[in-house]
């Protein structure tokens, strides 16, 4: 695997996109079984969705991360952000070796998204609940001050069970936030259990229906049709979007694919290698 | 002083199309002249403070200057979260203004009692909190705070309080306002209760004790020169604050005091107990019944006068006991 940054986005092409997510799980599980860290199963469920959004939708550009007319991007679920280091080291917004230092003691990569000191992440996010209403006041500024900018936004199933999501939920379709893009990571499995165990949300998207939101249920791990949905954005004028994205927490690695233990476990060397060898990377 | 605050942002805007005004749905009667000539500097949010303060955020990120506005506790303890991470942690312009901070609200009971609001936001890294003393401090604190880049909370009284300084106000944040000048005592108050400062003041001056008076609008960054320098000229300070004893202004300059080269210097502070109201009263009831009344503070200085009257005794006494 090359150490060099890609200053090129993959475009449309499938085949590049999928090798751009194979590449952030492969990060992610090093990453995080070098720091012994939590949160894999959570960062492979949003690996194909964040390599499409950085491979091609979005509108951003490595060499300027605080170009003004940017798209923004808010990942609400912050304890994802490894797989967001990692796609921002790919195309380029920071060297590859800060991966190497994630969650380590003198870095800059915390284990929560953090915006301070590393290019391209937009807002610092950690406690659930606070991206959706973030990304709806910069959607906000935008549709008030004429930007064509959009925002997007990644939020976890388990968020969902915050009251502040419900408020900005509402507040979005209220305000003709067409330019804002909610993706739900629906993986299914919160921190102690499974969504239906836990705080059922089902009907999820007849709840963001009735909320006032276009809704599309997509399957978070096809990237063709994920590509064939963003380019299709909004899904509704004058309405916000959101994309109910089904994926399996930890896809990608057999051993890890719909296992709550993912949320909290970093893969010792015996499961680094069997992981990795899933992903087809030599050891 | 919630006038002076909807003039002078109504001002700020006319000049700002950056400055944007959101409320959680209150100020009727006082939002909407600027709601309608300044609709996309505007938005009533709804009943829904964590939404308020994150949008806030969201925008101040994307270049407006946003004022949170709500009454009591609901644009700070209800969202506190969202301050801390979303406005604090980015340094956003997100300016917390609450109107109603102590017993403003008195009658309507424990949950429009703001009376912790100044130590937890003060805690916050990042924060500037400021508590002006009437509408001249407002305004000009106003003016002030949205000048200054980074999150700010500004915590206003209600309505009717009376204006305290003269023309030719020189307000400075973090600096304080030296109202009247004394060698005997320095008495420090935030927010609306300098005018019992001032008030008891002028009743010790009867009594032969000459008290400086500090308006001590700014908690934080707080003016540690102007609170040294009361300690080393005056030797003894009585705080007043309606608020809380536990982290408000008392605390912020017992910690100065700590901190600082003045050793000789006694503190009093005047504030409520940790506990809530038990019986019904408006403002000025539940300020005079629960310690804050002009006499309770005039005993203070009088029992601190006392007691370093002892002391000095004591010192100067060669027997002592």
Known sequence: MSARADPQAPGRDARALAELARTVRLRTLRMTHRAKSSHIGTCFSMADLLAVLYGHVLRVDPARPDWPGRDRFVLSKGHGCAALYAVLAERGFFPTEWLDRFYQDGSNLWGHATHHGVPGVEVSTGSLGHGLGLACGMALAAQRDGHSWRVFTVLSDGECDEGSTWEAALFAPHHRLDNLVAIIDYNKIQSFGTVTQVLDLEPLADKWRAFGWAVREIDGHAIEAIVDVCERLPLERGRPSCLIAHTVKGKGVSFMEGDLLWHYRSPDPDELRRALQELGAAP | ?321
């Open chain 2, 1 to 321: 002083m919630r006038t002076a605050f909807v003039h002078t942002v109504t001002d700020l805007a006319s000049h700002d199309r950056r400055i944007t005004l959101i409320t959680g749905d209150l100020g009727f009667g006082v939002m909407e002249g600027f709601a309608r000539a300044y609709p996309h500097q505007f938005l009533n949010i709804g009943v829904a403070e964590q939404n308020m303060t994150s949008v806030a955020a969201g925008m101040a990120l994307a270049g407006r200057v946003v004022f949170t506005y709500s009454i009591g506790n609901f644009p700070t303890l209800r969202c506190l979260e969202q301050i801390r991470n979303d406005a604090c942690y980015h340094m956003a312009d997100v300016k917390v203004v609450s109107v109603g901070g102590g017993f403003a609200y008195g009658a309507l009971g424990m949950s429009h009692h703001a009376t912790e609001d100044l130590a937890i936001m003060r805690a916050l890294p990042n924060m500037v909190v400021v508590a002006p003393a009437d509408p001249l401090e407002t305004a000009a604190a106003v003016r002030a705070v949205a000048a200054r880049p980074g999150p700010c909370y500004l915590r206003l009284g209600r309505a009717g309080e009376h204006t305290v300084h003269g023309d030719g106000l020189r307000f400075e944040l973090g600096k304080a306002i030296t109202v009247r000048d004394g060698g005997d005592v320095t008495l420090i108050s935030t927010g609306a209760m300098l005018e019992r400062a001032i008030r008891v003041a002028e009743r010790l001056d009867a009594e032969g004790v000459h008290a400086r008076v500090l308006s001590m609008h700014t908690l934080k960054p707080l003016d540690t020169d102007a609170v040294v320098a009361a300690a080393r000229h005056t030797g003894a300070i009585v705080t007043l604050e309606e608020h809380s004893a536990i982290g408000g202004l008392g605390s912020a300059v017992a910690e100065a005091l700590l901190d600082g080269p003045v050793r000789r210097v006694r503190l009093r502070r005047v504030a409520l107990a940790s506990r809530f109201a038990s019986t019904v009263g408006g403002p000025e009831y539940l300020r005079d019944t629960l310690g804050l009344s002009e006499s309770a503070i005039a005993e203070a200085v009088r029992s601190l006068l006392a007691e370093r009257a002892g002391e000095m005794s004591g010192w100067n006494g060669a027997s002592g006991s």
